[in-house]
């Protein structure tokens, strides 16, 4: 899989005579005013600057496997930091491509329209529905060559696998949020006498810690049994996020047999029944 070594829109370092050196050359600073990741005086607070570092670094890694790909969508958009610093970033020269946001908050939707519609960025279309409705909503194309999800809460990363698979993605990129669903699971499954395992998620914290830790390891590798090359990794030191795990997705083959078996196995051991495989049944 390729990496990103450097800024899409320059290869310079970020300009040290720039009023904000965290801020790459030519960035918007109005489309940072807009997002209030910059105040008016064009000030940026500690969590902006991490929010703004995260996005930054998740454009750099990403767009090296958008190049020439049609249709982006962008799942759990929120206020859509990642698709407007994505256009303003790297999209903006790239009249081929279009990106999808997808929100189920109306209010955001409505808030994102203005800006995209102030800033002239006339390729991103914003969707209001959850995932799942935009997997047959009209207005979406057949195929979406790429999708992200950032902090899409809890299952709705299992929606965002869905969607990229229905969709024929050949590139996701998931940054998992709050896991809740597989700590539940484990905490109401029937307690096996003599089986020392259960010590892994006795307590609530282990139990939170280690069903975000299956969760993502299934995910992983049940997007392998679907024919992807994964690689998880850190989306950013941890100075600037808790909910840092980055699952990198491509398409390399139609599916692979000993992914699956693998996940069989794990699945025998942890027979949980997950939202992941009910929305992919
Ligand atoms: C934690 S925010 C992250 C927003 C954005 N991706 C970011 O990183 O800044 C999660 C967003 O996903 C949206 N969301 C959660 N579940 C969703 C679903 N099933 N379908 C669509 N949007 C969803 C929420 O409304 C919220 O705006």
């Not at 994102?112 to 969707?127: G, P, T």
């Not at 995932?131 to 809890?154: F, G």
């Not at 965002?160 to 896991?179: D, G, H, S, Y």
Request: hydrophobic share 40%; proline share 4%; with cysteine.
């Amino acid at each position: 899989m390729s990496k990103a070594t450097s800024n899409p829109k320059s290869d310079k370092k970020p300009d040290s005579k720039s009023e904000i050196a965290d801020l790459w050359p030519g960035q918007s600073t109005e489309l940072l005013k807009s997002l209030h990741i910059l105040t008016r005086d064009g000030k940026l607070n500690q969590d902006s600057r991490r929010k703004l570092k995260q996005v930054q670094h998740l454009v750099q890694l990403i767009t090296p496997h958008l190049e020439g790909l049609t249709n982006v969508a962008d799942l759990g958009a929120g206020k859509s930091y990642l698709g407007f610093m994505l256009y303003d970033l790297w999209l903006r020269e790239r009249p081929e491509t279009k990106l999808w946001a997808i929100e189920k908050r109306q209010e955001l939707i409505q808030a994102c329209k203005l800006i995209a519609s102030r800033s002239h960025f006339d390729r991103i279309e914003f969707v209001p529905a959850t995932i799942l409705e935009a997997v047959s909503a009209p207005e979406l194309p057949e195929t979406i060559e790429a999708v992200t999800a950032l902090h899409a809460c809890d299952t709705a990363t299992d929606e965002a696998i869905a969607f990229a698979l229905k969709k024929n993605a050949k590139f996701i990129a998931l940054v998992p949020c709050c896991q809740a669903e597989v700590a539940r699971l484990l905490d109401a499954a029937p307690k096996r006498g003599g089986d020392e395992m259960q010590n892994l998620w006795r307590h609530g914290i282990h139990r939170r810690e280690f069903g975000s830790h299956l969760t993502n390891v299934i995910r992983s590798l049940y997007l392998e049994s679907r024919g992807y090359k994964v690689r998880v990794t850190e989306l950013i030191g941890w100075e600037h996020s808790m909910k840092n795990e980055l699952i990198l997705a491509e398409k390399v083959q139609h599916a692979n047999g000993q992914a699956q078996k693998q996940l069989e196995a794990l699945l025998e051991r942890f027979p949980l029944g997950m939202k992941l495989f009910e929305l992919n049944s």
